[in-house]
Every structure is written in C-alpha cells, then in structure tokens.
Nanobody, 125 residues
Framework: VQLQASGGGLVQAGGSLRLSCAAS????????MGWHRQGPGKERESVVG???????NYADSVKGRFTISRDNVKNTVYLQMSSLKPEDTAVYYC????????????????????WGQGTLVTVSS
C-alpha cells in the first residue's frame, strides 16, 4: 500500500486549501485515515482522523475550520482547510491504519499503519 498526498501550497491567512491523500494497492479495506502535521521547530501533532464509519476526531486547534472527508471507493481522504492561520504552516502527513490488502501471493495481509510522504502548507500573514 502506498499513500500519495497532494494539494499543499502557499496561501494567505484567511484563505483555504484542500489536501488529498490517495491510497493505492490491492486494497480490501481501510479502517482509519487522517492527517498529522509538523510545523517548523515543532513536534508532529494529530490534526484529524476519520474511521471507516465516518466518526471524526479533530484537534481543538482546527475545530470549526478544517473538515475531513473520505471516499471509501477511491480509498482517498480529503482535508478541507479554511480560515487558515500562520500557525497552520506545517508539513501535513496523511496516514491509513489497519489496511487490508492482497499480497503478491494473493493472501490477505493487514498493514497496521501506513504514512504518506507529506505535503507542505505555508500560510503567510
């Protein structure tokens, strides 16, 4: 399984961006998907996650501004970010947990956690 994140870029404070993260492979199912971020000089932190049944868990810092959604057919998770602030500047990493897929021999295996490569979001003041 591979995760490919996209959508990062430079935006002014108050603006919006939409991140996407697509999982590829011979995927049967994905339990949780979501996003973490790491700002300059900061530790990586959880932003938001969404389970397969649609339950979401947002960090307090992004509640009311960010919205996560997922397309279980496309195995893709989206992060709509609005009212962006300079402190949202970070590399955003997507993840997928408990990913069931077929291996090269046709057997089902479960990946506990897979990460994307990260996409940079820069918010200017």
């Amino acid at each position: 399984v591979q995760l490919q994140a996209s959508g990062g870029g430079l935006v002014q404070a108050g603006g919006s961006l939409r991140l996407s993260c697509a999982a590829s492979g011979r995927i049967l199912s994905i339990n949780d998907m979501g996003w973490h971020r790491q700002g300059p000089g900061k530790e990586r932190e959880s932003v938001v996650g969404v389970s397969s049944d649609g339950t979401t868990n947002y960090a307090d810092s992004v509640k009311g501004r960010f919205t996560i959604s997922r397309d279980n057919v496309k195995n893709t998770v989206y992060l709509q970010m609005s009212s962006l602030k300079p402190e949202d500047t970070a590399v955003y990493y997507c993840y997928a947990r408990r990913v069931k897929e077929y291996d090269s021999n046709g057997f089902v295996k479960t990946n506990r956690e897979v990460w994307g490569q990260g996409t940079l979001v820069t918010v200017s003041s």
